[in-house]
């Protein structure tokens, strides 16, 4: 632990979590993008009257787009509680490497996990989910435990 404020905007940590947590806030609105891209190219539409107006079938079980709509998703529900719990971790005041280090790491496994996910490398895709659900465990039980 230490005496230094990493909650403020003079402090490299708290910089570090700033630039990964715009980074995964862009790759979550990339996903919503890959979505609506996803369902234009099949002309596939999940609401019946954007398919009539857009020419295409109105359809919720099309592989394709179920596939990036699920990606999306588990970043939603992955990355969201992160960008809540990181905040709360780093005022428990943290060693700044081990912190750094998992701020970066949990933000590359998200990279990777949508990568694999939308490509379909199941293995991988299960052990980037692993770090990232690993690490948001280790803060969210650092940061009960220093309550107490």
């Known amino acids: 632990m230490t005496d230094k404020i990493l909650l403020s905007v003079d402090s490299d940590l708290f910089k570090l ?7 995964l806030v862009v790759k979550v609105g990339v996903m919503s993008f890959l979505t609506s891209r996803q369902k234009w190219s099949k002309k596939v539409f999940s609401n019946p009257e ?49 912190a750094g280090m998992l701020i970066r790491l949990f933000a590359a496994a998200r990279v990777l996990h949508s990568f694999f996910y939308l490509n379909e490398i199941s293995l991988w895709r299960s052990v980037a989910f692993g770090v990232g659900i690993t690490i948001t465990t280790y803060m969210a039980t650092s940061v009960i435990c220093f309550t107490f």
């Not at 079938?57 to 992955?78: G, I, M």
């Not at 960008?83 to 780093?90: G, S, V």
């Open 50 to 98: 954007d398919a009539q107006l857009r020419g295409g079938k109105f359809d919720l079980s099309d592989p394709d787009v179920l596939r990036v709509k699920r990606a999306h998703l588990n970043d939603l529900e992955n990355v969201l509680p992160f960008l809540a719990l990181c905040p709360l971790y780093l005022a428990t005041g943290p060693g700044e490497r081990v």
């Open 17 to 23: 979590y700033l630039f990964y947590a715009a980074v």
